[in-house]
Nanobody, 121 residues
Framework: QVQLVESGGGLVQPGGSLRLSCAAS?????????MGWYRQAAGKQRELVAS???????EYTDSVKGRFTLSRDNAKNTVYLQMNSLKPEDTAVYYC??????????????WGQGTQVTVSS
């Protein structure tokens, strides 16, 4: 099995910062092709926030550019999302996603359980 363990959500005031982390583990993992964060606000569809490939290509959704920074520790199979200058519209459940090549050669996507981020005064 593959597990994604998320941490770092919480309540923060507008303008504040939070750091999310997501660690992937599992004996069936051959290679992690990409990891990233999605979010889903109440009543809205899940959307990509940021993602990073094994080749260190990073993609951000326009609304977080300049405020959020995604980084990856390949040795730990962990990604970090540093979120600065948070706004109320960033409030959502944030989900970690990993695109994995398994030891049997197949490719699958996995999701974390989600962590709540609330930006409010």
């Amino acid at each position: 099995q593959v597990q994604l363990v998320e941490s770092g959500g919480g309540l923060v005031q507008p303008g504040g910062s939070l750091r999310l982390s997501c660690a992937a583990s599992g004996s069936i993992i051959r290679f992690i092709n990409a990891m990233g964060w999605y979010r889903q606000a109440a009543g809205k569809q899940r959307e990509l926030v940021a993602s990073i490939t094994s080749g260190v290509r990073i993609e951000y959704t326009d609304s977080v550019k300049g405020r959020f920074t995604l980084s990856r520790d390949n040795a730990k199979n962990t990604v970090y999302l540093q979120m600065n200058s948070l706004k109320p519209e960033d409030t959502a459940v944030y989900y970690c996603n990993a695109q994995v090549t398994l030891v049997n050669g197949s490719k699958r996507g996995y999701w974390g359980q989600g962590t709540q981020v609330t930006v409010s005064s």
